[in-house]
C-alpha cells in the first residue's frame, strides 16, 4: 500500500522498517528525502525508479543500503561514487544517462547499468566485484 508517507512530495511513497519505495512521481525531485538517522540506517531497500533529477546527496545517509534502484534518473556527465553503500549487493543504475561506470564496492552481485550513455568500459572498474554475477551494460 503507497500513501503520502513524507509531506509536499509528488511521488507516492511506501516506508517500512527496512524499505523506502518512491514511484509515479508527478515530477522528479531534487534529493532523496531524508528520515531521521535511525530510519535511514534501518534501511536496506531503497527504490526511488524515475524519481531523481541529479545524484543524491543524501545517499550515503542510507549506508545500510544492500539494494539500491534508481533507474531512469537523470544522472548525465556526473562522477558517481558509491563507495559510502559498503553492503550494496544489487544495483539498478539502467536508463540514467551515465558516461562513465561509477565506482562500486566489492560486494556487489547484481549490476544494471544498460540503457545508459557508456562508450567506454575500463577492466579497472570491475577489478574488485569478485562477487559479481549479473551484470546487465547494454
Not at 538517522?37 to 526511488?48: F, K
Request: net charge positive; charged share 15%.
Amino acid at each position: 500500500k503507497f500513501s503520502s508517507c513524507i509531506p509536499n512530495i509528488p511521488c507516492k511513497c511506501h516506508l517500512t522498517k527496512h524499505s523506502f519505495i518512491l514511484n509515479n512521481c508527478s515530477y522528479p525531485l531534487p534529493d532523496i528525502p531524508m528520515f531521521n538517522s535511525n530510519t535511514s540506517l534501518n534501511i536496506t531497500e531503497l527504490l526511488a525508479k524515475n524519481a531523481l533529477i541529479r545524484w543524491p546527496k543524501h545517499l550515503c545517509n542510507y549506508s545500510n543500503i544492500q539494494t539500491l534502484d534508481l533507474s531512469g534518473a537523470n544522472f548525465d556527465s556526473e562522477m558517481i561514487d558509491l563507495s559510502c553503500l559498503s553492503n550494496l549487493i544489487h544495483l539498478n543504475l539502467s536508463n540514467t544517462k551515465l558516461k562513465t561506470i561509477p565506482k562500486l564496492e566489492k560486494h556487489v552481485q547484481i549490476l544494471d547499468l544498460s540503457s545508459n550513455k557508456i562508450e567506454f568500459i575500463d577492466g579497472k572498474s570491475f577489478r574488485l566485484l569478485n562477487n559479481l554475477i549479473i551484470f546487465f551494460i547494454f
